[in-house]
């Protein structure tokens, strides 16, 4: 089983290019989550799903869009992207039933930089 | 609002010394606390967590963690430390209001000097 992998793993984009980033996940979970990675600011949430076809915002979620069109996928979209938007992108991934339901389970990354 | 806080940026250990990485959390209602490890250029790696029970958590690698509700913290610690425990440590609580996310705190980078 593979887990959670993350496409790409390294980007660099011009302020108002678009790109997508993409979470899969081999592991049957239904909560997805998309976080960000700033240096001295831990990592905070952009988007939550809580299933197929479900999306909701989460503590920074200006600038980006998300869609859960499968079970096994979580797509963060930039529309127009911003130097502000220069992080490292985490997606994570949670069971809701059997053991172990409260932990979380991170994908190995994307670091985007926006020139 | 659920959150976590880690006051040290950075903590200094000789490799065989006993380390601790502090945490203190702010929540409402029963917190469920978790420690995870960032080695560098990776992803979050689970280490252990605390949801109910003993106050004394034991998890992944010889790491273990302290509940303590009276002064609402949640340290990191292990005996002995190692060079290749060198790495990001992150406390984090989890937010029922944000479909179970976790609220990070902003990370301890542990430094383990041979």
């Known amino acids: 089983n593979a887990g959670v992998t993350q496409t790409p793993k390294f980007r660099v984009l011009k302020t108002g290019q678009s790109m997508t980033l993409l979470c899969a996940q081999d592991m049957n979970h239904e909560y997805m989550y998309w976080y960000r990675q700033d240096p001295g600011m831990g990592l905070r949430l952009i988007h939550y799903s809580v299933g197929e076809g479900t999306t909701a915002k989460g503590e920074v979620p200006d600038g980006y869009n998300v869609s859960r069109l499968k079970k096994q996928n979580f797509l963060l979209g930039l529309e127009s992207a911003a130097p502000s938007q220069t992080s490292v992108y985490f997606c994570a991934t949670k069971r809701t039933s059997g053991w172990s339901t409260d932990t979380q389970y991170f994908g190995p990354g994307t670091r985007l930089t926006v020139l | 609002a659920q959150s976590v806080a880690q006051p040290e940026d950075q903590v200094n250990v000789a490799e065989g010394n006993p380390l601790t990485v502090k945490c203190t959390y702010s929540?409402?209602?029963?917190?469920?606390l978790f420690w995870y490890v960032q080695y560098p250029n990776r992803g979050l790696q689970f280490l252990l967590k605390?949801?109910?029970?003993?106050?004394l958590v034991k998890g992944s690698y010889g790491f273990e963690a302290e509940f303590n509700k009276s002064q609402t913290s949640f340290h990191l610690k292990k005996p002995s430390a190692l060079v290749s425990d060198s790495a990001l440590y992150f406390c984090?609580?989890?937010?029922?209001?944000?479909?179970?996310?976790?609220?990070f705190g902003k990370g301890t980078s542990l430094l383990v000097t041979p």
């Open positions: 929540v409402s209602g029963n917190p469920y």
């Open positions: 605390y949801i109910t029970g003993d106050n």
């Open positions: 984090a609580v989890r937010d029922i209001n944000s479909g179970y996310a976790l609220n």
